[in-house]
Protein backbone atom coordinates (compact mmCIF):
# COMPACT_ATOMS: atom_id res chain seq x y z
CA UNK A 1 0.00 0.00 0.00
CA UNK A 2 1.04 3.84 -0.97
CA UNK A 3 2.50 5.42 2.03
CA UNK A 4 3.11 8.80 2.13
CA UNK A 5 4.69 11.29 4.71
CA UNK A 6 3.79 14.86 5.62
CA UNK A 7 5.29 17.76 8.11
CA UNK A 8 3.96 15.92 10.57
CA UNK A 9 5.43 12.87 10.28
CA UNK A 10 9.05 14.24 9.93
CA UNK A 11 11.42 15.97 12.97
CA UNK A 12 13.52 18.64 11.48
CA UNK A 13 15.30 18.76 14.75
CA UNK A 14 16.90 15.51 13.85
CA UNK A 15 18.47 17.52 11.00
CA UNK A 16 19.54 20.90 13.04
CA UNK A 17 22.10 18.42 14.97
CA UNK A 18 23.81 17.31 11.65
CA UNK A 19 26.20 19.37 9.67
CA UNK A 20 25.42 18.86 5.38
CA UNK A 21 27.42 18.53 2.66
CA UNK A 22 25.99 19.26 -1.03
CA UNK A 23 28.16 18.25 -3.38
CA UNK A 24 27.03 19.87 -7.11
CA UNK A 25 25.40 22.99 -6.99
CA UNK A 26 23.40 22.54 -10.50
CA UNK A 27 19.82 22.43 -10.41
CA UNK A 28 18.81 20.33 -7.87
CA UNK A 29 21.93 21.45 -5.96
CA UNK A 30 21.35 25.50 -5.16
CA UNK A 31 17.90 24.15 -4.41
CA UNK A 32 18.98 21.92 -1.25
CA UNK A 33 21.74 23.63 -0.34
CA UNK A 34 19.56 27.38 -0.16
CA UNK A 35 15.93 25.26 0.93
CA UNK A 36 18.37 23.32 3.78
CA UNK A 37 20.29 26.78 4.49
CA UNK A 38 17.19 28.71 5.16
CA UNK A 39 15.54 25.75 7.10
CA UNK A 40 18.18 26.52 9.64
CA UNK A 41 20.73 23.91 8.70
CA UNK A 42 23.81 23.97 8.88
CA UNK A 43 25.26 23.80 4.96
CA UNK A 44 28.30 23.95 3.08
CA UNK A 45 28.98 22.71 -0.56
CA UNK A 46 31.34 20.86 -1.89
CA UNK A 47 32.63 21.64 -5.33
CA UNK A 48 35.63 20.82 -7.61
CA UNK A 49 38.69 23.05 -7.56
CA UNK A 50 37.94 25.49 -10.66
CA UNK A 51 33.99 24.60 -10.65
CA UNK A 52 32.16 27.76 -12.62
CA UNK A 53 29.89 27.28 -9.51
CA UNK A 54 31.85 28.47 -6.22
CA UNK A 55 31.31 31.80 -7.25
CA UNK A 56 27.50 31.50 -7.82
CA UNK A 57 27.16 29.35 -4.14
CA UNK A 58 29.97 31.87 -2.36
CA UNK A 59 27.50 35.08 -3.67
CA UNK A 60 24.43 33.26 -2.03
CA UNK A 61 25.86 33.83 1.21
CA UNK A 62 27.16 29.82 0.95
CA UNK A 63 30.27 28.30 2.12
CA UNK A 64 32.35 26.42 -0.32
CA UNK A 65 34.85 23.89 -0.17
CA UNK A 66 36.37 21.32 -2.18
CA UNK A 67 34.61 17.56 -1.87
CA UNK A 68 37.14 15.68 0.10
CA UNK A 69 37.08 18.64 2.39
CA UNK A 70 33.22 19.16 2.46
CA UNK A 71 32.95 15.44 3.33
CA UNK A 72 35.19 15.33 6.18
CA UNK A 73 33.81 17.93 8.05
CA UNK A 74 30.04 16.47 7.69
CA UNK A 75 27.94 14.05 8.65
CA UNK A 76 25.08 13.63 5.73
CA UNK A 77 26.49 13.70 1.94
CA UNK A 78 23.45 14.43 -0.70
CA UNK A 79 25.84 14.00 -3.95
CA UNK A 80 24.09 15.62 -6.59
CA UNK A 81 26.28 15.61 -9.85
CA UNK A 82 25.27 13.95 -12.76
CA UNK A 83 24.97 10.02 -13.01
CA UNK A 84 28.47 10.02 -15.46
CA UNK A 85 30.31 11.84 -12.94
CA UNK A 86 28.94 10.23 -9.47
CA UNK A 87 30.94 7.31 -9.51
CA UNK A 88 34.04 8.66 -9.99
CA UNK A 89 33.72 11.81 -7.31
CA UNK A 90 32.44 8.75 -5.02
CA UNK A 91 35.86 6.91 -5.70
CA UNK A 92 38.33 9.73 -5.70
CA UNK A 93 36.93 12.20 -2.96
CA UNK A 94 33.97 11.05 -0.71
CA UNK A 95 34.74 6.95 -0.07
CA UNK A 96 38.42 7.52 1.21
CA UNK A 97 36.60 10.22 3.60
CA UNK A 98 33.51 8.17 4.82
CA UNK A 99 32.83 7.42 8.65
CA UNK A 100 30.85 4.94 10.50
CA UNK A 101 27.57 6.55 11.03
CA UNK A 102 27.69 8.80 7.49
CA UNK A 103 24.81 9.51 5.33
CA UNK A 104 25.20 9.39 1.79
CA UNK A 105 22.30 10.74 0.28
CA UNK A 106 20.70 11.16 -3.45
CA UNK A 107 18.21 12.48 -5.53
CA UNK A 108 18.12 9.70 -7.73
CA UNK A 109 19.01 6.23 -7.69
CA UNK A 110 21.13 5.67 -10.97
CA UNK A 111 24.32 4.78 -9.37
CA UNK A 112 23.07 2.47 -6.64
CA UNK A 113 20.67 0.81 -8.50
CA UNK A 114 23.04 0.05 -11.26
CA UNK A 115 26.05 -0.78 -8.64
CA UNK A 116 28.01 2.04 -10.56
CA UNK A 117 28.73 3.08 -6.07
CA UNK A 118 28.87 0.30 -3.83
CA UNK A 119 28.86 1.97 -0.36
CA UNK A 120 30.43 0.59 2.71
CA UNK A 121 28.02 -1.35 4.80
CA UNK A 122 28.41 1.49 8.37
CA UNK A 123 26.99 4.08 6.20
CA UNK A 124 23.43 5.06 5.94
CA UNK A 125 22.36 4.90 2.32
CA UNK A 126 19.12 6.98 1.69
CA UNK A 127 17.10 9.13 -1.70
CA UNK A 128 15.27 12.03 -0.98
CA UNK A 129 14.59 12.55 -4.94
CA UNK A 130 11.83 15.70 -5.54
CA UNK A 131 9.12 15.71 -8.39
CA UNK A 132 10.38 18.87 -9.50
CA UNK A 133 13.23 21.03 -11.69
CA UNK A 134 15.27 22.59 -8.96
CA UNK A 135 14.24 25.88 -9.66
CA UNK A 136 10.40 24.99 -8.64
CA UNK A 137 11.94 23.38 -5.28
CA UNK A 138 13.49 26.32 -4.56
CA UNK A 139 10.76 28.74 -6.18
CA UNK A 140 7.70 26.70 -4.04
CA UNK A 141 9.89 26.85 -1.11
CA UNK A 142 9.97 30.56 -1.32
CA UNK A 143 6.46 30.90 -2.04
CA UNK A 144 6.05 28.84 1.53
CA UNK A 145 4.97 26.09 -0.08
CA UNK A 146 6.33 22.47 -1.29
CA UNK A 147 6.95 19.83 -4.05
CA UNK A 148 5.99 16.65 -3.73
CA UNK A 149 8.74 14.01 -3.33
CA UNK A 150 10.30 10.42 -3.17
CA UNK A 151 11.70 9.17 0.19
CA UNK A 152 14.07 5.60 -0.05
CA UNK A 153 16.15 3.93 2.02
CA UNK A 154 18.77 0.79 0.55
CA UNK A 155 21.38 0.87 3.63
CA UNK A 156 19.95 1.21 7.23
CA UNK A 157 22.92 1.11 9.37
CA UNK A 158 21.95 3.51 12.19
CA UNK A 159 18.32 2.24 12.58
CA UNK A 160 17.01 5.81 11.72
CA UNK A 161 17.75 6.24 8.10
CA UNK A 162 14.13 6.74 7.29
CA UNK A 163 13.47 9.28 10.24
CA UNK A 164 16.54 11.59 8.70
CA UNK A 165 15.69 11.51 5.45
CA UNK A 166 12.27 12.46 6.05
CA UNK A 167 13.96 15.57 8.23
CA UNK A 168 16.03 16.23 4.84
CA UNK A 169 12.25 15.96 2.88
CA UNK A 170 11.36 18.78 5.75
CA UNK A 171 14.18 20.74 5.25
CA UNK A 172 13.56 21.09 1.27
CA UNK A 173 9.57 22.05 2.39
CA UNK A 174 8.56 18.83 0.26
CA UNK A 175 6.50 17.23 3.67
CA UNK A 176 4.40 20.32 3.09
CA UNK A 177 3.40 18.47 -0.12
CA UNK A 178 3.96 14.67 0.79
CA UNK A 179 6.67 12.33 0.25
CA UNK A 180 5.84 9.00 -0.94
CA UNK A 181 8.18 5.88 -0.29
CA UNK A 182 9.46 3.70 -2.80
CA UNK A 183 13.11 1.36 -3.38
CA UNK A 184 16.00 3.02 -5.37
CA UNK A 185 15.00 0.28 -8.31
CA UNK A 186 11.68 1.51 -8.44
CA UNK A 187 12.63 5.11 -8.23
CA UNK A 188 15.42 4.58 -10.80
CA UNK A 189 13.47 2.69 -13.60
CA UNK A 190 10.05 3.99 -13.05
CA UNK A 191 12.51 7.46 -13.91
CA UNK A 192 14.25 6.15 -16.76
CA UNK A 193 10.98 4.87 -18.70
CA UNK A 194 8.85 7.90 -18.21
CA UNK A 195 11.94 9.72 -19.83
CA UNK A 196 12.40 7.32 -22.63
CA UNK A 197 9.00 6.41 -23.60
CA UNK A 198 6.78 9.31 -22.85
CA UNK A 199 8.53 12.94 -21.36
CA UNK A 200 11.13 13.05 -23.52
CA UNK A 201 12.05 10.40 -26.19
CA UNK A 202 8.43 9.63 -26.74
CA UNK A 203 7.10 13.15 -26.86
CA UNK A 204 9.79 14.30 -28.82
CA UNK A 205 9.76 11.85 -31.13
CA UNK A 206 5.81 11.90 -31.79
CA UNK A 207 6.19 16.48 -32.03
CA UNK A 208 8.54 15.83 -34.97
CA UNK A 209 6.76 13.38 -36.52
CA UNK A 210 3.49 15.26 -36.60
CA UNK A 211 5.28 18.78 -37.81
CA UNK A 212 7.46 16.57 -40.74
CA UNK A 213 4.11 14.71 -41.71
CA UNK A 214 2.61 17.84 -42.37
CA UNK A 215 5.43 19.91 -43.67
CA UNK A 216 5.84 16.89 -46.55
CA UNK A 217 2.02 17.18 -47.10
CA UNK A 218 2.78 20.71 -48.03
CA UNK A 219 1.42 22.88 -45.11
CA UNK A 220 3.62 25.56 -43.90
CA UNK A 221 5.91 24.79 -41.39
CA UNK A 222 5.07 27.57 -39.08
CA UNK A 223 1.31 26.16 -38.62
CA UNK A 224 2.90 22.70 -38.53
CA UNK A 225 5.25 24.04 -35.33
CA UNK A 226 1.96 26.01 -33.55
CA UNK A 227 -0.15 22.40 -33.86
CA UNK A 228 2.71 20.19 -32.81
CA UNK A 229 4.27 21.85 -30.53
CA UNK A 230 3.31 25.11 -29.18
CA UNK A 231 0.17 24.23 -28.14
CA UNK A 232 1.21 21.36 -26.67
CA UNK A 233 1.94 23.06 -23.50
CA UNK A 234 -2.00 24.12 -23.30
CA UNK A 235 -3.08 19.93 -23.61
CA UNK A 236 -0.32 19.61 -20.93
CA UNK A 237 -1.39 22.07 -18.99
CA UNK A 238 -5.08 20.85 -18.41
CA UNK A 239 -3.62 17.34 -18.27
CA UNK A 240 -1.46 18.55 -15.13
CA UNK A 241 -4.62 20.31 -13.01
CA UNK A 242 -7.25 17.77 -13.82
CA UNK A 243 -5.83 14.52 -15.52
CA UNK A 244 -7.20 13.52 -18.73
CA UNK A 245 -10.69 13.76 -18.15
CA UNK A 246 -10.47 17.27 -17.29
CA UNK A 247 -8.56 17.74 -20.61
CA UNK A 248 -10.95 15.75 -22.31
CA UNK A 249 -13.83 18.04 -20.56
CA UNK A 250 -11.93 21.21 -21.54
CA UNK A 251 -11.47 21.22 -25.08
CA UNK A 252 -13.88 20.68 -28.22
CA UNK A 253 -16.30 17.53 -29.05
CA UNK A 254 -14.28 17.63 -32.27
CA UNK A 255 -11.09 17.12 -30.35
CA UNK A 256 -12.36 14.75 -28.12
CA UNK A 257 -14.04 12.40 -30.53
CA UNK A 258 -10.52 12.71 -32.87
CA UNK A 259 -8.71 11.47 -29.32
CA UNK A 260 -10.61 8.36 -28.69
CA UNK A 261 -10.53 7.27 -33.11
CA UNK A 262 -7.20 8.34 -33.78
CA UNK A 263 -4.52 8.33 -30.09
CA UNK A 264 -4.55 4.36 -30.76
CA UNK A 265 -3.76 4.19 -34.28
CA UNK A 266 -0.72 6.15 -33.54
CA UNK A 267 0.15 4.63 -29.85
CA UNK A 268 -0.76 0.81 -31.09
CA UNK A 269 0.29 -2.10 -30.07
CA UNK A 270 3.70 -1.66 -31.99
CA UNK A 271 4.40 1.15 -29.65
CA UNK A 272 3.48 -1.00 -26.18
CA UNK A 273 5.72 -3.82 -27.63
CA UNK A 274 8.56 -0.69 -28.03
CA UNK A 275 7.82 0.09 -24.51
CA UNK A 276 7.90 -3.00 -22.84
CA UNK A 277 11.33 -3.84 -24.58
CA UNK A 278 12.23 -0.30 -23.59
CA UNK A 279 11.87 -1.50 -20.02
CA UNK A 280 13.19 -4.64 -19.93
CA UNK A 281 16.45 -2.61 -21.44
CA UNK A 282 16.22 -0.31 -18.10
CA UNK A 283 15.23 -3.37 -15.53
CA UNK A 284 18.55 -5.79 -16.83
CA UNK A 285 21.16 -3.16 -17.03
CA UNK A 286 21.18 -2.78 -20.75
CA UNK A 287 20.27 0.88 -20.98
CA UNK A 288 22.57 2.03 -18.10
CA UNK A 289 25.53 -0.18 -19.79
CA UNK A 290 25.09 1.71 -22.86
CA UNK A 291 25.32 5.69 -21.84
CA UNK A 292 28.01 4.81 -19.31
CA UNK A 293 30.21 3.19 -22.01
CA UNK A 294 28.86 6.29 -24.36
CA UNK A 295 29.91 8.78 -21.71
CA UNK A 296 33.42 6.66 -20.69
CA UNK A 297 34.16 6.87 -24.32
CA UNK A 298 33.91 10.14 -25.12
CA UNK A 299 30.21 10.66 -26.04
CA UNK A 300 30.99 10.99 -29.21
CA UNK A 301 27.62 9.55 -30.42
CA UNK A 302 25.66 11.67 -27.83
CA UNK A 303 27.11 14.79 -29.42
CA UNK A 304 26.66 14.23 -32.97
CA UNK A 305 23.06 13.26 -32.48
CA UNK A 306 22.69 16.45 -30.29
CA UNK A 307 23.89 18.98 -32.70
CA UNK A 308 22.11 16.82 -35.85
CA UNK A 309 18.58 16.92 -33.52
CA UNK A 310 19.35 20.81 -32.95
CA UNK A 311 19.40 21.98 -37.11
CA UNK A 312 15.86 19.68 -37.54
CA UNK A 313 13.80 22.18 -39.64
CA UNK A 314 11.27 22.00 -36.57
CA UNK A 315 14.05 23.70 -34.01
CA UNK A 316 14.95 26.66 -37.07
CA UNK A 317 11.07 27.39 -37.72
CA UNK A 318 10.00 27.42 -33.97
CA UNK A 319 13.14 29.55 -32.99
CA UNK A 320 12.09 32.02 -35.57
CA UNK A 321 8.27 32.15 -34.23
CA UNK A 322 9.40 32.21 -30.53
CA UNK A 323 11.21 35.46 -31.00
CA UNK A 324 7.25 36.73 -32.04
CA UNK A 325 5.73 35.78 -29.07
CA UNK A 326 7.49 37.35 -25.85
CA UNK A 327 5.18 36.19 -24.06
CA UNK A 328 6.38 32.49 -24.02
CA UNK A 329 10.31 33.87 -22.27
CA UNK A 330 11.71 32.68 -25.16
CA UNK A 331 15.52 31.25 -24.91
CA UNK A 332 18.29 31.50 -27.57
CA UNK A 333 19.37 27.97 -29.20
CA UNK A 334 21.42 26.58 -26.53
CA UNK A 335 22.86 23.88 -28.66
CA UNK A 336 24.96 25.40 -31.83
Not at 24 to 39: E, I, K, M, T, V
Not at 71 to 88: F, R
Not at 206 to 216: N, S
Request: net charge negative.
Amino acid sequence: MTKLYYDGDADLNLLLEKKIAVVGFGSQGHAHALNLRDSGCDVIVGLREGSKSITKAESLGLRVVNVAEAVKQSDIIMLLAPDTLQPEIYKKDIAPNLKPGHTLMFAHGFAIRYEAIKPREDIDVSMIAPKSPGHRVREVYLEKGGVPALVAVQQDASGTAMQLALAYAKGLGCTRAGVLQTTFAEETETDLFGEQAVLCGGVSELVKAGFDTLVEAGYQPELAYFECLHELKLIVDLMYKGGLNYMRYSISDTAEFGDYTAGARVINSESRRAMQELLVEIQNGTFANNWMAEFTGGGTNFLNRRALESKHKLETVGYSLRKMMPFVEPVDNVIS
